[in-house]
């Protein structure tokens, strides 16, 4: 299929577009205050990377947002200081689900929504000491009207990314913001299609992996960093997974990056089977590079489709270490296809 371009609104247009974000959220403010230096929810048990100094050039992140959720905002590090912002945008206290990604020049990007119900999105960029640089009280103002299944990203020259999945339409679109917090472009990145779980990261030089994960398929698709598709959504062959569980991404090499997912074997009539996770490898024009999916190991018992999220990082070149939070499933696996539990 050949790539369509799919920009709804194109970066020549930024100067409109961050005048009508300013007047959309008129609660958006500064806070030049600093905090006590901390970090947001980390499923992922590996080293934090060092973050460069303030001086040091732009170094945009190879992995996922770390994800999360949070009880009690006044006692998460990373986030206390921020609570009476938190609280006034979500009212009662609630469980929220919390994205985070780790910038450069000492920034952390966050996503924060309700975990149940209408999720109310909000998002903040802190800076260093986890200051408020800007927030986002209605972050997808003017494109959709709610969206279920959102996950954020950094990307090129400090810019930072929202993909979204339209609720009533199943459209899967982008947003993007430059450092100072104006859009910069809108664009749609698939067709409408059902959408039970939504991920992304920011591949540099080539554009975003994003991955749309349904009951009964998988797609994905590299959004272009000009806002252009570059593959038509591309079909996954997910034979023995189970294709609502959210699908995990790893860039493993320059030209390469890998799919995990949880899932299950051949059912047998009447026998309950364990889960287990399996990954793919593809190369840069989304074409599968091994012959098949890879058993990456066993999991006791069944996991529910909204705790079955692969933690998964890049720990090497050709190596990605993928765990399942609440589990004590941890694996590393090579590009040639070899497993080594750890």
Request: net charge negative.
């Amino acid at each position: 299929m050949e790539p369509r371009a799919s920009v709804l609104v194109t970066a020549l247009a930024a100067t409109a577009l961050a005048s009508c974000a300013r007047s959309a959220e008129p609660s958006e403010r500064a806070a030049p205050s600093a905090a006590p230096s901390a970090t947001a929810a980390r499923p992922v048990r590996e080293p934090a990377p060092s973050e460069p100094s303030p001086s040091a050039p732009f170094v945009a992140p190879l992995g996922e947002a770390e994800r999360g959720l949070v009880e009690d905002v006044r006692r998460t590090p990373g986030l206390a200081n921020h609570a009476a912002l938190i609280s006034e945008h979500f009212g009662a206290a609630t469980t929220l689900a919390v994205q985070s990604v780790a910038l450069g020049e000492a920034r952390r990007f966050v996503l924060l929504h309700r975990a149940h119900g209408a999720p109310e999105p909000l998002l903040l960029l802190l800076g260093a000491g986890d200051a408020l640089v800007w927030e986002k009280r209605r972050p997808l103002a003017g494109i959709v009207a709610a969206s279920e299944h959102m996950a954020i990203t950094g990307g090129p020259h400090g810019n930072l990314v929202i993909f979204f999945c339209e609720t009533s339409t199943g459209l899967v679109g982008q947003r993007v913001w430059g450092r100072d917090g104006d859009v910069l472009m809108d664009a749609e990145v698939m067709g409408p299609t059902r959408c039970d779980a939504l991920s992304a990261l920011h591949w540099p030089g080539r554009g975003f992996l994003v991955a749309v994960a349904t009951e009964d398929s998988a797609k994905l698709e590299l959004a272009g960093e000009d806002g252009r598709n570059r593959w038509g959504g591309r079909e996954v062959g997910l034979a023995r997974w189970r294709a609502s569980a959210p699908l995990s991404l790893a860039v493993d090499t320059d030209e390469s990056f890998m799919v995990f997912e949880v899932g299950y074997l051949a059912a047998i009539p009447g026998k309950s089977l364990p889960d287990h996770v399996f990954a793919m490898r593809y190369d840069a024009e989304g074409l599968p590079l091994w012959a098949g999916p890879l058993d990456v190991g066993r999991i006791s018992g069944r996991v529910s489709p909204e705790r079955a999220r692969i933690a998964v990082g890049r720990v090497g070149p050709g190596r990605v270490r993928a765990i399942l939070p609440g589990t004590d499933f941890e694996v590393v696996v090579s590009s040639m296809g070899k497993v080594a539990r750890d």
